[in-house]
């Protein structure tokens, strides 16, 4: 990536989130390498080729009731029908079906040759072989008809689809017993400062325990990912500059945290602007105006802000986009739904601002939210207490209670 391509925040002043991301994702595209895997193994992958129904989906036409089967004709006359013979799922009538003739049949039996319709059995008197039926509703009640949901042939999932629950059981339905599936992209992260002590380990005084890394390693537990952990590197050029280039060797994605801002040991920029294609973005976005994406030998680099609520929420406006479209999948609307402000919140305009909210109905069903307290970025505890963020656009200011606000809710996610 020549480095004009990605300096495109060069005008003064911060940059919206949005449109830092909308020119970031111009930059990233998916892998291409794929692999089969059988589908016992491919709940969450991503789907690289089309998947075709082998077969006609229902298979057979078949009955959605227990009941009796048999021709709507023959009900015209209101006259008794002559039980021939039991359908059961799995079972199918072969006998004969005279005119005049009708079949036990229950759900997922096959319907036999010559009939059209069900009749469910509430509705059925028999005595011996002799059977009454209420009219059905219509010629073709309660049958499911082969091939109505699918063809054989037809296409059931295009290329970047996530095969979720759902997906699991349509492929089976549909005879796929392997897929094609992207390759897992492999992240490779580590953590810097010399502050940062190993979680288990003794604190000197000034010390405090490394949590992006188990943050980062939580956010990167998904199916379509394989990680690295890197561990903490010290402020020191030379093992910033090796750790570097160890990760972009192996890595599709180098994701840091810390040392992107311009304090004096921050040698993150110092070593990347050596070593990579690296834009510093400043974004118009709190927590988290320090940013840094870019390239580094054939691997993305994503630098997250050190503050832990900083490089979470940066992780989840930035990143997570960026690596689900490296991972082949299309970038998702992000759900923006109105509540009710039910705390004034203080804020001063030039950032968009993400706080943390815990979102609740209140006893009329209406959706309501309240932020979690003080937002300070290095209090990772507001992320674990909060289901939501509250998103205050950029020239908002302080806003009272019972004014409407955008929240988002953090997205469940099928794994
Ligand atoms: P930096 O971005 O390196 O200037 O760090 C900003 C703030 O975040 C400082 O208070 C750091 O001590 C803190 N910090 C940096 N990295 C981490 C980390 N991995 N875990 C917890 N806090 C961190
Ligand atoms: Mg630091």
Redesign the pocket.
């Known amino acids: 990536m020549p480095k004009a391509s990605v300096d495109c925040c060069s005008q003064p002043g911060l940059m919206r989130p949005d449109l830092a991301l909308e020119k970031i994702l111009a930059h990233v595209s998916a892998v291409t390498d794929t692999e089969q895997v059988g589908l016992d193994d491919a709940m969450g992958r991503i789907l690289a080729q089309p998947v075709v129904s082998l077969i006609d989906l229902p298979p057979f036409d078949n009955s959605a009731m227990d009941g009796y089967a048999c021709r709507w004709q023959d009900l015209q006359s209101g006259q008794p029908l002559t039980l021939v013979g039991t359908s059961l799922a799995g079972h199918p009538f072969e006998g004969d079906t005279p005119k005049g003739s009708c079949v036990r049949i229950m759900t997922g039996g096959q319907i036999p040759k010559q009939y059209d319709t069900v009749q469910m059995q509430e509705n059925a008197q028999a005595n011996g072989n002799s059977v009454v039926l209420q009219q059905p509703y219509a010629q073709g009640a309660h049958v499911r008809p082969k091939g109505e949901e699918a063809s054989q042939g037809q296409v059931i999932y295009q290329p970047g689809v996530r095969i979720g629950a759902p997906e699991m059981g349509v492929l089976a339905t549909v005879g796929a017993a392997k897929v094609t599936v992207y390759r897992r992209l492999t992240v490779a992260f580590f ?3 010399d ?2 002590k190993p979680v288990g380990s003794e604190l000197n005084p000034g010390d ?6 188990y943050a980062i390693k939580g956010l990167l537990s998904r199916s379509y990912v394989d990680y690295i952990d890197l561990g ?1 590197i010290s402020d020191d050029p030379d093992k910033i500059r090796s750790a570097f280039l160890e990760a972009a060797e192996v890595a599709d994605v180098v994701i840091t ?5 311009v ?1 004096d ?2 040698f993150v920029k110092q070593i990347l602007d050596e070593v990579g294609q690296i834009n510093f973005w400043k974004l118009a976005i709190k927590p988290g105006k ?1 940013f840094a994406f870019g390239q580094i030998g054939k691997a993305l680099f994503c630098g997250l ?4 609520v900083s ?1 979470m929420v940066t992780y989840y406006k930035l990143v997570q986009p960026i690596l689900a479209k490296r991972a082949g999948l299309p970038t998702p609307p992000v759900l923006k739904v109105p509540a009710t402000l039910t705390c004034a919140i203080r804020k001063r305009p030039g950032r968009m601002e993400y706080q943390r909210g815990i979102y609740s109905y209140d006893a009329q069903g209406k959706l309501q939210v309240m932020t979690t307290g003080a937002q300070g970025s ?1 209090m990772l505890t507001s992320m674990s207490v909060s289901n939501c963020f509250i998103v205050l656009d950029m020239d908002q200011g302080n806003v009272a209670a019972g004014e409407t606000v955008t929240i988002e809710p953090y997205q469940q996610v099928l794994e």
């Open positions: 953590s810097t400062g502050e940062l405090i325990y490394d949590s992006n890394r903490v945290s810390g040392g992107v801002s304090g040991a921050d320090p802000p050190g503050n832990p490089s290095g």
